[in-house]
């Protein structure tokens, strides 16, 4: 059963880049995408990009300029970098086991970033 | 984007009652439909995928129909659990969007 474990900064400040990190135990990152999603009250559920073990990323056009989505194969992790926060990233942050044949089918347990001056 | 449209946003129901929620998308996506739960605090679970395929674990109760750009998920008898918000999202085209949720409330 895999099980993905994230942390990271909660409270930023608005310019800052937001760093979290998922890890991923039970499973290998062979053969999934790892995913980023993140959730308000206002937008929803909001995708944000993918990476795959190999490092292949694709991400949501509305946030390309400012994401990198990062693997590491040697520890099971994987990361997401935002730069120029703003409050509208404000946001609760997940982590995501996905494929093209299901969808997201794993997640971590949520980040609340808050960006405040 | 493909945007996704839920209906109702918010559904008023009892135990044992049959409920339906439905999910609209703005183009074909063929059925490449998943359906979520997520209860207050928590991550969201995935409960059905192509549409119509019951996640491993998750109670027959549950189903899913639909293709192109119609689809509903329905729960045959409503259970105490299954007091939640439920969204749907589509994996056909990149950005993966989600419908905007379905609040399933007692009544």
């Known amino acids: 059963q895999v099980h993905l474990q994230q942390w990271g900064a909660q409270l930023l400040k608005p310019s800052e880049t937001l760093s979290l990190t998922c890890v991923v135990n039970?499973?290998?990152?062979?053969?999934?995408?790892w995913t980023w999603i993140r959730q308000t009250p206002v937008k929803g559920l909001e995708w944000i990009g993918e990476?795959?073990?190999?490092?292949?990323?694709k991400y949501s056009p509305s946030l390309k300029s400012r994401v990198t989505i990062s693997v590491d194969t040697s520890k099971n992790l994987f990361s997401l970098n935002m730069t120029s926060v703003t409050a509208a990233d404000t946001a609760v942050y997940y982590c995501?086991?996905?494929?093209?044949?299901?969808?997201?089918?794993?997640w971590g347990q949520g980040t609340l970033v808050t960006v405040s001056s | 984007d493909i945007q996704m449209t839920q209906s109702p946003s918010t559904l008023s129901a009892s135990v044992g009652d049959r409920v339906t929620i439905t999910c609209r998308a703005s183009?074909?996506?063929?059925?490449?439909l998943a359906w979520y739960q997520q209860k207050s605090g928590k991550a969201p679970k995935l409960l059905i995928y192509?549409?119509?395929t019951l996640e491993s674990g998750v109670p027959s109760r549950f189903s899913g129909s639909g293709s192109g750009t119609e689809f509903s998920l329905t729960i045959a008898s409503l259970q105490p659990d299954d007091f939640a918000t439920y969204f749907c999202?589509?994996?056909?085209?990149?950005?993966?969007?989600f419908g905007q949720g379905t609040k399933v409330e007692i009544k």
């Open positions: 183009q074909r996506i063929s059925f490449w």
């Open positions: 999202q589509q994996y056909h085209d990149y950005p993966w969007t």
């Open positions: 192509k549409a119509s």
């Open positions: 039970g499973e290998s990152l062979n053969a999934f995408y």
């Open positions: 995501a086991r996905s494929t093209t044949l299901v969808g997201a089918s794993g």
């Open positions: 990476v795959d073990d190999r490092g292949s990323t």
